[in-house]
């Protein structure tokens, strides 16, 4: 079984729109962590939000925010007032773990286009 | 902000030649990795390193692959005799030990490496 599965290769949105991206995972430990990268077309893998499997609240850094939840284990990042610049490929992943060395674990990631 | 680095930025080997790729990570980091993404795939976990040694390898990090960290600074990764299938983007990333799993790992801007 996939461990990270992102079940959108594509998605569009207008910019000014909010848009969900969907990241469902599979894990039996109880400690892990999800994390968002964003990776622009010139390839840099750039970090966009944490969220633990013990936080209490739902985790948000400025436009982006992470619908976490847990019982039906996802972990859906949600892009506020969209801009072109968010135009990109989003990768959801998984450690899994309470260290922090544990490996990162993809999803298949998912592309967004932002419109005028 | 201090960030990961990677070198060459794109590094084109014949097949069957040994490469090496470098990058230096960020440098109050403990935790060192190597990811592949081999074009429009997605991110993959090679090897990971602390204290001087392989903490967790996959599949993929076979007898062609090495990581060695020669001084207190470079990271690197070795391949001894590359193969078509090596092309890809290799990405560096580094992360903090610092208690429970909310520190993200950090990504270089990736080494693109085309096998002819």
């Known amino acids: 079984a996939q461990k990270i599965t992102q079940t959108q290769p594509g998605m569009f949105v207008q910019e000014k729109e909010a848009v969900t991206l969907d990241c469902t995972y599979d894990t039996s430990d109880p400690s892990y962590g999800l994390f968002w990268y964003k990776q622009p077309s010139s390839g840099e893998m750039i970090f966009l939000i944490y969220q633990g499997s013990y936080d209490q609240q739902n985790a948000t850094e400025g436009r982006y925010s992470l619908n976490f939840q847990k019982a039906r284990k996802s972990a859906n990042l949600v892009i506020s007032a969209s801009q072109l610049g968010d135009s990109a490929m989003y990768f959801c992943?998984?450690?899994?773990?309470?260290?922090?060395?544990?490996?990162?674990?993809f999803g298949t990631g998912t592309r967004l286009q932002v419109t005028l | 902000e201090p960030e990961v680095t990677q070198t060459p930025s794109h590094q084109v080997t014949q097949m069957g030649q040994e490469v090496i790729l470098r990058c230096v990570p960020i440098?109050?980091?403990?935790?060192f990795y190597w990811y592949r993404q081999i074009l429009g795939q997605k991110v993959e976990f090679l090897v990971s390193?602390?204290?001087?040694?392989?903490?967790?390898k996959s599949e993929i990090f076979d007898d062609q692959f090495s990581v060695e960290r020669p001084d207190g600074s470079n990271f690197t990764l070795k391949i001894r005799s590359t193969k078509l299938e090596d092309s890809a983007m290799y990405f560096c990333?580094?992360?903090?030990?610092?208690?429970?799993?909310?520190?993200?790992?950090?990504f270089g801007d990736g080494t693109r490496l085309s096998i002819l």
């Open positions: 992943a998984m450690r899994e773990g309470a260290g922090t060395a544990s490996k990162l674990t």
């Open positions: 390193f602390y204290n001087n040694e392989i903490s967790e």
């Open positions: 990333a580094s992360s903090e030990v610092e208690g429970f799993s909310n520190q993200p790992q950090h």
């Open positions: 440098s109050n980091h403990l935790y």
